[in-house]
C-alpha cells in the first residue's frame, strides 16, 4: 500500500525526472530489535518506483558488520546516499541518514537524493568555497525530529 | 557540504529514535548541529553564518580565501 498520496507521488516523479544520474540507497537493517526498520523500508519501497534511477539496497547489519564500518554505520535503521561518478563507477556522497526518514525527513531525503543524482549544491558560489576549502576530517550531524 | 568536500560527512540523526545521542550531545531543540563532537549550532540559520560557525575550528575565512579548493 502506498504510503505517499497520489498528487505527492506525481510531484515527486516530476522532480526525480530531473536527475540526470543514478543514486542508490544502501539501507541497513537487521530483523530484530529495531522498531522502525520495517517502516523505513516501507518508506524507501516508494521512491524506486517514482524514478527508475533510484535503486533501494538492503544491507544486513548483523551479518555484513564489515559493509556496515566501511559507511561508517553503527546503528539502524541507516541510510546511505550513493551516487556515480563521471566514469560510472559508485561515488559515496557521505550523507547518512539515522532513523526513519518520515516527516521532515522525508523530504530531506528527497533534497539528498536529488543533490547527489546530478541537480548539484545549492550552496552560492562564496559557500562552496569556504566549504571547499575544509582540510580536516569533518563529522556534521544534524539532529531532527519527525515534525 | 559533504556533497561539495570530500573530508566531510553529514548525517542527519532522527533524535526521538537514539535517546543515547541526543542524550550524549545534549540536544534539548530541533534542529540542532553537532560539529567533530564539539561544535554546537541550535536552531536554523542563514548558509553563511551556519557555514561559518559549522567550519569555525578549520582556521575560518581569512585562509580559506587564498586556498585552492579540493577537486
Not at chain 1, 500500500?1 to 539501507?27: G, H, I, N, T, Y
Not at chain 1, 523500508?41 to 558488520?65: C, G, H, M, T, W
Request: hydrophobic share 40%; glycine share 6%.
Amino acid at each position: 500500500m502506498a504510503l505517499l498520496a497520489p498528487a505527492d507521488q506525481d510531484k515527486l516523479r516530476e522532480s526525480f525526472s530531473a536527475m540526470s544520474s543514478p543514486v542508490r540507497l544502501l539501507f541497513f537493517t537487521q530483523a530484530l530489535g529495531c522498531e522502525t526498520c520495517l517502516q523505513t523500508r516501507q518508506i524507501l519501497d516508494e521512491l524506486p518506483a517514482l524514478s527508475d534511477k533510484i535503486a533501494i539496497e538492503e544491507v544486513n547489519f548483523v551479518l555484513e558488520k564489515e559493509k556496515a564500518a566501511q559507511y561508517g554505520i553503527d546503528r539502524v535503521p541507516a541510510i546511505a546516499v550513493i551516487g556515480q561518478d563521471a566514469a560510472g563507477e559508485p561515488k559515496d556522497s557521505r550523507i547518512r541518514f539515522l532513523g526513519a526518514p518520515s516527516g521532515y525527513e522525508f523530504i530531506s531525503l528527497v533534497q539528498a537524493v536529488l543533490l547527489v543524482g546530478g541537480r548539484g549544491s545549492n550552496l552560492d558560489e562564496a559557500n562552496r568555497q569556504r566549504v571547499a576549502a575544509v582540510s580536516t576530517p569533518t563529522n556534521i550531524q544534524v539532529f531532527t525530529t519527525p515534525t | 557540504m559533504a556533497f561539495a568536500n570530500p573530508h566531510i560527512t553529514a548525517t542527519a540523526v532522527e533524535a526521538t529514535e537514539f535517546p543515547d545521542l541526543a542524550r550524549r550531545y545534549r540536544v534539548t531543540g530541533v534542529p540542532k548541529t553537532v560539529v567533530n563532537e564539539t561544535i554546537e549550532i541550535l536552531g536554523a540559520l542563514p548558509p553563511e553564518m551556519f557555514i561559518e560557525q559549522a567550519l569555525s575550528y578549520d582556521g575560518g575565512d581569512a585562509n580559506s580565501k587564498f586556498q585552492i579548493p579540493h577537486s
